[in-house]
């Protein structure tokens, strides 16, 4: 009898391109066309960049050109692309295991590394981890913790607030214009202005979270007021509604602090995490305290359950992004980076200038502005971006790596750009006039 065991592997051959068999009308596309055909759209104008390598602040394309990248993949190559400890971390669990099982059955020293190291960046009472494999993923969860939690169901956000795609997570975001067309969403969601003291009122002993960034990143880096974020913290704590703090953007260093919320002296119930976490793998989490987060193990079992959720290699990408940060003072840099950037854009077509750390807003008079000189700033190459709720603004967010001369470079271009983009946007303002 022949069992698995003693089965002979098939005999080897050399693989070909040709084995891969495809029509052969598909046979002669090229990686654009086959972008634009069989890839899911988001947007009519993508950018179209068709890119072969990333390393640092750079990503060079099939023609060998290099791009700054001005936005870290929009907040997620936080210490650069393909830095040598991540993917050497990432080498090493591979020769070790994959997926091994959903998630909570077993135990993987990855997981529990990361724990253990993001333990260390974290007050005593945040000390749960639920890893997930995204940000939406993670608000998701961290909003059923809530309302499993308190047994309650208003969740209460902020207008011009940014969580994510999924149902729950855009039923919190604050943009109409992005939910009109899915509705209806989840009952019981309100909304309130952000950095508003009067509107606190709101949050009542029938809510069971208030979810909040930090500092607002798609409404173009709105930095609330410390008095408001302790006066937050306070309302909470009176009606005993959760505060969920959303780092997704602010968190792993990039606002001069590892934690965004260090700044306001304030701890929240639950912390939402992803982008930059994983020095460019897909991972995220909500961190709780261990007598909140364990409702979800009973009554129903399986409260919250995933199957990719805290994948090892995430795991170990991670282990090493922290690493990184905290051994090379990268927030703390941060902070004497954006200076420098405040003090080199100087041009009178930028109206203000917000900043976060190295979460930068370049506000211009108006989206048009803003467009035209992203555009040129790509074609001279630095690749940056507006915002979703401030589209006369230009994302600035750069790898915290990014040294003082490569700002220095970068600021350089984008004047250029700005100088060209506004002659450019002023002449074409004069021929409609007439």
């Known amino acids: 009898m022949v069992s698995f065991f003693n089965m002979k592997p098939p005999t080897k051959r050399q693989t070909k391109d040709t084995d891969l068999v495809m029509p052969p009308t598909k046979q002669h596309l090229t990686a654009r066309e086959l972008f634009l055909n069989h ?29 700054f990248d001005l936005i870290s993949g929009i907040g997620v190559s936080n210490i650069g692309h393909r830095h040598p400890a991540v993917v050497k971390a990432i080498k090493k669990q591979l020769r070790k295991y994959l997926h091994l099982m959903v998630y909570g059955e077993y135990v993987q020293l990855p997981q529990v590394e990361l724990a253990r190291r993001l333990m260390l960046t974290l007050p005593a009472s ?3 981890f639920y890893f997930v494999n995204s940000g939406s993923e993670a608000i998701e969860g961290a909003m059923k913790l809530a309302k499993r939690y308190t047994g309650r169901t208003e969740l209460i956000s902020c207008l011009n607030a940014y969580h994510g795609s999924t149902q729950g997570a855009l039923s919190i975001s604050g943009s109409e214009k992005f939910k009109t067309a899915y509705r209806p969403l989840l009952p019981d969601v309100r909304h309130i202005r952000f950095n508003e003291p009067s509107d606190l009122e709101l949050i009542t002993q029938k809510t069971a979270a208030v979810v909040i960034e930090t500092i607002q990143g798609e409404a173009g880096v709105r930095i609330p007021d410390k008095s408001y974020m ?15 703090l959303d780092e997704i953007q602010c968190g792993f260093g990039r606002t001069g602090k590892f934690w965004a919320f260090e700044h306001y002296d304030i701890v929240p119930d639950i912390l939402v995490s992803a982008k930059g976490m994983g020095g460019g793998m897909p991972i995220g989490a909500f961190i709780a305290p261990k007598h909140i987060m364990e409702v979800l193990k009973s009554n129903p079992i399986l409260g919250h359950i995933t199957t990719f959720g805290g994948h090892p290699v995430s795991c170990a990408a991670a282990c090493a992004t922290v690493g990184v940060i905290l051994r090379n003072k990268l927030p703390e840099r941060a902070l004497r980076k954006a200076e420098l950037f405040k003090k080199l854009l100087i041009h009178p077509r930028i109206k203000s200038i917000r900043s976060a750390g190295l979460m930068i807003a370049v506000e211009f008079e108006s989206a048009q502005v803003t467009k035209a000189v992203i555009d040129k700033a790509i074609s001279y190459g630095v690749i940056t971006d507006w915002f979703l709720y401030c589209d006369n ?9 990014i040294s003082k001369e490569e700002i220095r470079q970068v600021c350089g271009i984008l004047l250029k750009a700005i100088n060209k983009a506004t002659n450019a946007s002023s002449d074409a303002l004069l021929r409609e006039d007439v």
């Open 393 to 401: 603004a230009m994302r600035i967010a750069p790898p915290l790596t």
């Open 126 to 128: 945040l000390n749960n």
């Open 230 to 244: 302790q006066a937050l913290r306070q309302r909470c704590t009176q009606t005993g509604a959760l505060l969920i």
């Open 39 to 67: 890839l899911a759209q988001t947007t009519d104008s993508p950018l179209l960049l068709e890119i072969k390598q990333a390393e640092g602040i750079y990503l060079i394309d099939q023609q060998g050109r290099r791009y």
